[in-house]
Nanobody, 123 residues
């Protein structure tokens, strides 16, 4: 099982980025995928999650209305479109596979993680 997150970078406040999470090694369509982020000295926080079919999505309040999670099951990839970025969005972003089909918001709910991609938003 492997997940690889990429697409991070440095953007000014108000800008946009699109993160991708490429998955391999298991039946991708059956798995809920989540995005988390971790800023220096802080805990890893839930950002967004999407069910295996893509029909159910869930967002942290801090990103609701600005971020959109989606998936392309034909390409085993999950996306996180991030708009109207703020300096407080600066963090390393991780994608992860949920242990079950249920959509959880805590790191313990997920068993495999990508390596993370840095997002830096300048003020």
């Amino acid at each position: 099982v492997q997940l690889q997150a990429f697409g991070g970078g440095l953007v000014p406040a108000g800008g946009s980025l699109r993160l991708s999470c490429a998955a391999s090694g298991w039946t991708f369509t059956g798995s809920t995928i989540g995005w988390f982020r971790q800023a220096p000295g802080k805990e890893r926080d839930f950002v967004a999650g999407i069910s295996g079919s893509g029909g159910i999505t869930y967002y942290a309040d801090s990103v609701k209305g600005r971020f959109t999670i989606s998936r392309d099951n034909a390409k085993n990839t999950v996306f996180l479109q991030m708009n109207t970025l703020k300096p407080e969005d600066t963090a390393v972003y991780y994608c992860a596979r949920a242990r079950t089909e249920a959509l959880g918001t805590t790191p313990a709910w997920y068993d495999y993680w990508g390596q993370g991609t840095q997002v830096t938003v300048s003020s």
